[in-house]
């Protein structure tokens, strides 16, 4: 089992920034892939950005590609992403999910443990 806690979300006006944080706890000793999902009300979850054990490799969904940055600090078994110049339909409650088998996916059914969700609110 793997927990993991999201942090960072909050209220910020358009062309902002905001970092989120997952920190995952427990089996943290298996390698896994880390994807960045969101979900607007009314809408399905999406995949955002997604990075591997190493941190070598990164992958984004089109919305977010040059604006959006995915890392990860082993040492400290959290990811991060960093959110700069925000929109307004970047407003989403944003989960981070971990999966040990299928690598860099936007598959959300192929990741085995999700956290709770951070808000993030993006006004103009």
């Known amino acids: 089992q793997v927990q993991l806690v999201e942090s960072g979300g909050g209220l910020v006006q358009a062309g902002g920034s905001l970092r989120l944080s997952c920190a995952a706890s427990?089996?943290?000793?298996?390698?896994?892939?880390t994807g960045w999902f969101r979900q607007a009300p009314g809408k399905e979850r999406e995949f955002v950005a997604g990075?591997?054990?190493?941190?070598?490799?990164?992958y984004y969904s089109d919305s977010v590609k040059g604006r959006f940055a995915i890392s990860r600090d082993s040492a400290k078994n959290t990811a991060y992403l960093q959110m700069n110049i925000l929109k307004p339909e970047d407003t989403a409650l944003y989960y981070c999910?971990?999966?040990?088998?299928?690598?860099?996916?936007?598959?959300?059914?192929?990741?085995?443990?999700w956290g709770q969700g951070t808000q993030v609110t993006v006004f103009s």
């Open positions: 999910a971990v999966n040990r088998a299928f690598g860099l996916t936007r598959t959300s059914s192929l990741y085995d443990f």
């Open positions: 990075i591997t054990w190493s941190g070598a490799v990164t």
């Open positions: 427990g089996r943290t000793s298996s390698t896994y892939t």
